[in-house]
Nanobody
Framework: QWQLVASGGGLVQPGGSLRLSCAAS????????VGWFRQRSGEPREGVSC????????NYVDSVKGRFTISRDDASNTVSLQMNSLKPEDTADYYC?????????????????WGRGTPVTVSS
């Protein structure tokens, strides 16, 4: 039985940092592209970042470029999202998904697995 779980969210002050982790069980993340998404209250889900299965392609939505970094650790079967210089507008529930081999911009070419989200609140 597969499972994909996002963790690492929490409350942080503006300008602070968080590191989100997307952990898989029951399948190997290294075989898939992985994307991070977020959903603010009352808004549609938004693609934030994507990394290809080889890790040689990383894409970011314009609003997080230069602040967020996606990376993969195949040994631990995880993909991380390092979030620096956080802003109040980054407040959202963050989700990870995996599927296909490549990214389509910040989206996955195919979303096969979806994980439970983790809340991020940026507030003073």
């Amino acid at each position: 039985q597969w499972q994909l779980v996002a963790s690492g969210g929490g409350l942080v002050q503006p300008g602070g940092s968080l590191r989100l982790s997307c952990a898989a069980s029951g399948f190997f993340l290294k075989e898939y592209a992985v994307g991070w998404f977020r959903q603010r209250s009352g808004e549609p889900r938004e693609g934030v970042s994507c990394i290809s299965w080889k890790g040689d392609t990383t894409n970011y939505v314009d609003s997080v470029k230069g602040r967020f970094t996606i990376s993969r650790d195949d040994a631990s079967n995880t993909v991380s999202l390092q979030m620096n210089s956080l802003k109040p507008e980054d407040t959202a529930d963050y989700y990870c998904a995996a599927g296909g081999a490549y990214c389509s911009g910040v989206l996955l070419s195919e979303a096969r697995y979806w994980g439970r989200g983790t809340p991020v609140t940026v507030s003073s």
